[in-house]
């Protein structure tokens, strides 16, 4: 049984930060990518050589980063808009087997 557990999310003004933690347990044997969504569109993915790739709205103000040693992906998010307010996920993919787990979802509201 594999389970995601995200943190981090909050209130916040425009303008600020935010870091937003994702750690996955279970039987995992290696992950393959790790990534951050809002609602069904990517935000931030990491793959396991540290390639990542970023929406174009939050280019040069988020970061995907991943610890593997704890099986924790990161996003940290800085100059927050009031329209990057949602309910973010993280989602990783194993490599056995390629399989797919989400995170419960963690909430960040921005206020203008």
């Known amino acids: 049984h594999v389970q995601l557990v995200e943190s981090g999310g909050g209130l916040v003004q425009a303008g600020g930060s935010l870091r937003l933690s994702c750690a996955a347990s279970g039987t995992i044997f290696s992950i393959n990518s790790m990534a951050w969504y809002r609602e069904y569109d990517m935000v931030a993915n990491i793959t396991s050589d540290g390639?990542?790739t970023y929406a174009d709205s939050v280019k040069g103000r988020f970061t995907i980063s991943r610890d593997n040693a704890v099986n924790t992906v990161y996003l940290q998010m800085n100059s927050l808009k009031p329209e990057n307010t949602a309910v973010y996920y993280c989602k990783i993919v194993t490599n056995f087997r390629q399989r797919t787990y989400w995170g419960q979802g963690t909430q960040v509201t921005v206020s203008s």
């Open positions: 390639s990542t």
